[in-house]
């Protein structure tokens, strides 16, 4: 009687094994077969040549190798996904110990006594009350006119300035205040003066002093002398 070799996938072959339990499993195999014939038989379909039961076996064992070939696929895609899966939880694993630990140094740093900030409070700036006679100093000269609408009693102002080393001087129509030290530096250099033209000797005197100059003069206090041209300062 001719061999023939089949290749079975373990999935069939344990099918067979259970199926047939009490029967060796070429024996079997052979029982499949017959059973095929059977069934083909009552089916009017008829194997008439060793031909057509070659054509059958290998048709058999092509849809075996397909069904292998197919299950081996599927066996390398679910082993594929096992190692994705398992990477995934691994991933997770060591992300919830983050966590964990974060939580951790939280809780801990919650339970740490708090740091005290102290805010300072910016202080309020104390406003120092200048004097009259501190403010003819920066200035060096204070007319009347310019004071009238900020001091009600101005006769006690100028007063109180001449009590503390200003100098000050009655125009025709206003007082002026001068700090001593400019004053005396204004009447030396009003004595090296040889011209009563006002953009010559604001050159020499300033703006301030030429100014004082201007108003001494408009009052009869300083005196241009056109003939020895120099001034003349009383006071």
Do not use: C
Not at 67 to 78: E, G, K, P, R, V
Not at 160 to 167: D, P, Q, S, T, Y
Not at 191 to 196: A, E, P, Q, V
């Amino acid at each position: 009687m001719p061999k023939i070799t089949v290749e079975i996938p373990q999935e069939v072959l344990n099918e067979l094994t259970r199926k047939f339990q009490e029967m060796p499993l070429d024996e079997a195999v052979k029982k499949v077969f017959e059973e095929y014939l059977r069934r083909a038989g009552e089916s009017k379909t008829q194997v008439r040549s060793l031909s057509d039961v070659e054509t059958l076996m290998t048709s058999i064992q092509r849809m075996l190798r397909s069904a292998n070939d197919t299950l081996n696929a599927y066996s390398a895609l679910m082993t594929e996904i096992r190692n994705k899966l398992t990477e995934l939880y691994e991933a997770i694993d060591n992300l919830s110990k983050k966590i964990d630990d974060i939580g951790s140094k939280v809780a801990l740093q919650q339970q740490l006594p708090q740091p005290q900030v102290e805010v300072q409070q910016p202080k309020e700036k104390v406003r120092e009350k200048i004097s009259a006679i501190e403010i003819l100093k920066k200035q060096n000269v204070i007319y009347e006119s310019e004071i009238a609408s900020k001091i009600r009693n101005r006769d006690a102002f100028f007063d109180k300035l001449k009590r503390e080393g200003a100098v000050v001087l009655e125009l025709k129509d206003q007082r002026i205040a001068v700090d001593k030290a400019f004053w005396e530096e204004f009447l030396e250099k009003v004595s090296t003066l040889k011209t009563n033209v006002e953009s010559e000797y604001v050159k020499v005197l300033g703006r301030a002093g030429a100014e004082l100059l201007k108003k001494l003069n408009e009052s009869g206090i300083a005196i241009y002398d056109v003939i020895k041209k120099k001034w003349v300062v009383h006071h």
